[in-house]
């Protein structure tokens, strides 16, 4: 028996770490790394012993023989990466296993250095690693701050609530929360409660991990109508961000139509004809699994600018698109070189999962009968949106036929999610390259800023999942930890009690490690109600409210 890894790989290589035999690829030394959608065991040298399924920390890997009836493809996605080449490991007697050497910390600071008080700005994927690093690696006292009270970032607030798994390296981020070098400031805002000059005075170093939170627009007539939204703003609202309208999303079309060809986009039109009793079990926003409950969707329709082959989803993703139960998915057949492409496409490509679905045209208005559908239309670009009253009514899309001059269509739909990319926005007293959307750097140090570092996608851009952050952490850690070596932080002028002063001067409502323990809690005992893993506090005021109270209760016990 072998392991597969399956859809939810978070491409973060602690598996890689842990394997005995070295079957897993590609490795963070190797090329492929950060270029392949995910990793993978190679069949003919996995021994078998568990290691990689007990590290991984996002729960994707499982014996082959006991994957689903949905999973069963990832058995042969695993061992299709390493058709036509050479075992990976030696043939011997007895397994290959690593030749481990004399322990070598890189990362480490001198054992003469003093620790370094670093202030890591964003609680996300990227920040967490960085702050890991740190703290794993080094004596560093480390500040965490979130403009937001309540740490997480994409993890809570952009995984999409039927991927529990996923969120499980959120436990993992989790237990830093309360380590004892680090400190806690949840609810401020750079530039609002506290500059980056102030922040630089009371420490070494400040690593910011801000991400992209605004998207792309379309730039085409009627974009501004009522019900055209952005799927950053659809994925805050059914994961209760605080910034987010609870009732903001209308849902009383039949048919959505979706702007994009990413995993986002596959996201946004999967829970949009998910079953919404299967989600009651996840830990969707209160208001989004109402609003599902009396959705009249019934067709999403995903549209896709370039051909299947080029698509920007993951191959797993598209695969469990296909099993979403009561959901048939279909492949628009407007333009015949979206038919030829899969027809031409590898068992490997990404156009190849498409094989076998049934290839259907898209009818202006959404289809009769009580069927849920997603459809997939390639080379369709929107070229207006059409109001019906004070809201969109119709898409006009154009419509190909293979020589990309077929004129256009209209599709009837109610609401248009864009999930045509994110983009960063500018950090107060940071440079900013409003091409790129992010931070002028240099391995991750800031151009023209001493002692101020980039993280995770204000750094780099919106691309990678959740693992890429964590070679991109490392890279950004080793260059401030090169920077404390050669002398060239600033030294700060405050110390970690005159930053909390400053801190709650600025924000009465901060709330810290025991406060965000307490919300924790409280989401967790609402869940336990109703029989959810967790009902999030979906208000900055409850959330706040919550961190008191909880606060409180502990100092009177």
């Given at each position: ?188 805002e750079v530039g609002r409660d506290v500059t980056a000059e102030e922040l ?241 750097h240099e391995g991750g140090r800031v151009a023209g800023v001493p002692g ?106």
């Amino acid at each position: 028996m072998t392991y597969a890894i399956t859809q939810t790989c978070c491409n973060d290589a602690t598996c890689v770490a842990v394997c005995p035999v070295n079957c897993i690829h590609p490795t963070p030394e190797e090329r492929a790394f950060g270029s392949t959608e995910m990793l993978h065991i190679d069949p003919r040298a996995c021994i078998d012993c568990g290691a990689c399924a007990d590290a991984c920390p996002v729960d994707a890997i499982f014996p082959v023989d006991s994957l689903s009836a949905g999973q069963r493809e990832y058995a042969d996605i695993n061992a299709a990466y390493y058709e036509g080449a050479e075992p990976l490991v030696a043939e011997v007697d007895g397994p290959n296993f690593h030749a481990w050497g004399e322990p070598v910390f890189e990362r480490s600071l001198p054992s003469d250095f003093g620790p370094l008080r670093v202030a890591v700005v964003g609680t996300g994927p990227a920040g967490m690693y960085a702050a890991q690093d740190l703290l794993l690696h080094t004596a560093a006292e480390v500040t965490l701050i979130d403009r937001l009270p309540v740490a997480g970032g994409l993890v809570r607030y952009g995984v999409a609530p039927d991927h529990p798994a996923t969120k499980k390296v959120g436990d993992t981020f989790s237990r830093f929360h309360s380590h004892p070098r680090v400190r806690m400031h949840l609810g401020i805002e750079v530039g609002r409660d506290v500059t980056a000059e102030e922040l630089s005075a009371h420490h070494d170093a400040v690593i910011y991990a801000v991400g992209a939170s605004t998207d792309r627009r379309l730039g085409v007539p009627g974009e501004e109508l009522p019900g055209c939204l952005s799927a950053t703003a659809f994925v805050a609202w059914y994961n209760a961000h605080p910034e987010a309208v609870a009732q903001g999303v209308d849902l009383s079309a039949e048919r959505v139509v979706v702007v994009g060809n990413g995993n986002v986009a596959l996201d946004v039109a999967r829970i949009l004809v998910a079953d919404p009793e299967a989600l009651a079990a996840t830990d969707i926003a209160a208001h989004a699994l109402d609003a599902l409950r009396a959705s009249r969707v019934r067709e999403v329709v995903v549209l896709g600018r370039r051909g299947p082959e080029d698509a920007a989803y993951t191959r797993s993703e598209l695969l469990a698109l296909k099993h979403v139960p009561g959901v048939e998915l279909v492949v628009d057949d407007h333009d015949p070189r979206t038919a030829a492409a899969i027809d031409a496409a590898g068992a490997g490509d990404r156009a190849g999962v498409l094989k076998g679905l049934a290839r259907v045209p898209t009818a202006a208005e959404s289809p009769a009968g009580g069927e849920r559908r997603i459809v997939l239309r390639f080379h369709s670009e929107v070229v207006e949106i059409r109001g019906e009253g004070d809201a969109v009514g119709s898409v006009r899309v154009t419509d190909g036929g293979g020589d990309g001059d077929g004129g256009t269509a209209d599709l009837g739909a109610g609401l248009l999610l864009r999930a045509i990319g994110y983009r960063g926005l500018p950090v107060p007293g940071l440079p900013f390259d409003e091409t790129s959307g992010t931070v002028p750097h240099e391995g991750g140090r800031v151009a023209g800023v001493p002692g101020s570092y980039v993280v995770g996608w204000i750094k780099r851009g919106p691309s990678g999942g959740i693992g890429a952050n964590r070679t991109c952490a490392a890279e950004t850690v080793g260059t401030l930890l090169a920077d404390a070596v050669a002398g060239e932080l600033p030294a700060p002028a405050g110390d970690a009690k005159a930053f909390r002063r400053l801190a709650r001067q600025r924000n009465r409502r901060i709330v810290d490690a025991r406060g965000l323990a307490a919300i924790d809690r409280a989401e967790r005992d609402r869940g336990r109600r109703d029989g959810r893993p967790r009902v999030k506090l979906a208000t900055v005021e409850e959330l706040v409210a919550t961190a008191r109270a909880g606060r409180l209760l502990r100092l009177t016990r």
